[in-house]
């Protein structure tokens, strides 16, 4: 090789490397994830673009939100199968957005627009959850259009996945490569999770109640532990005593104070 090729070469090389490495370091050093954003102490609507600036604001390392199919194939940012009342999967996008607004004024948000929100900056994480739908074709459409909009978007930095639909996370870990995926629905022992490829558990706290060596277990194996939903102080108490890795939580300032203390 041209000795000048050679050095070029390696000067991008290192180049990528710091500029991988500033990513990393640039994300909020807490275990905090505003789950569907900061909402509740400004009264914002769950999963709006407010509520996802207001997680970036306060610091908040992530900040969780939810993604359903319409009709026409626009992945959309709303927690439930239905906006307001009004089904998204037999809706078009069009139709929900003349439907009715969120109490704030905003229009239910497209992917598009959330990722274009959230990457303006490099501090806050984007949880980015995929919602089980009613057929597993579906399941597979939605996924489908979702990595390929983070991946034209190069978003790949801001998200982290994880879903209730195990299909959904197997089809991530196969077909998004170094996704970091996490599953949600708790009945996998940490483990078999390590086994199939997984990232993560993000369980309810309930899980880890009841299976009492599962945090040790996932430590063990090597697993980042994510844990909702965390609202009360003496559950937060303990999950913090605990040292699990991230904690989703409606009351995201209140969280905030305790890991600054």
């Given at each position: ?19 991988a ?24 609507p ?27 194939g626009?992945?959309v940012?709303?927690?439930n ?9 037999t ?6 957005v ?6 704030n ?37 939605l ?27 197997k ?11 996490s ?11 390590k086994e ?12 880890f ?44 300032e ?8």
């Open positions: 090789m041209n000795k000048k090729l050679f050095v070029a070469i390696l000067a991008l090389m290192i180049t990528g490397t710091a500029f490495q500033k990513q990393i370091k640039s994300w909020n050093k807490n275990l905090v994830i505003a789950h569907r954003g900061a909402f509740k102490t400004q009264k914002l769950e999963n709006s673009i407010a509520s996802l600036n207001e997680a970036i604001r306060i610091g908040c390392f992530g900040s969780e939100f939810d993604v359903q199919l319409t009709s026409d626009v992945p940012v709303n927690h199968a239905d906006f307001l009342g009004k089904d998204i999967a809706s078009t996008y069009k139709e929900l003349e439907y009715k607004k969120l109490s004024g905003e229009s239910i948000p497209t992917l598009e627009e959330y990722l274009k929100a959230g990457m303006k900056q490099k501090k806050t994480k984007l949880i980015l959850e995929i919602k089980p739908q009613k057929t597993q074709e579906k399941e597979e459409e996924t489908k259009k979702v990595i390929a909009m983070v991946n034209e978007l190069k978003a790949t930095p801001w998200i982290e996945y994880i879903s209730f639909s195990h299909y959904i996370c089809y991530l870990i196969a077909n998004a490569p170094g996704a970091r995926v599953y949600l629905a708790g009945e996998i022992e940490p483990a078999k999770l199939q490829g997984f990232y993560g558990l993000d369980y309810n706290q309930g899980v109640k009841k299976n009492t060596d599962w945090i040790a277990q996932a430590k063990v194996a090597g697993l980042i532990i994510n844990v909702w939903t965390v609202n009360a102080e003496k559950d937060m108490d303990w999950l913090l005593g605990e040292k699990v890795d991230y904690i989703t939580t409606n009351e995201p209140l969280l905030l104070t305790k890991v600054k203390k």
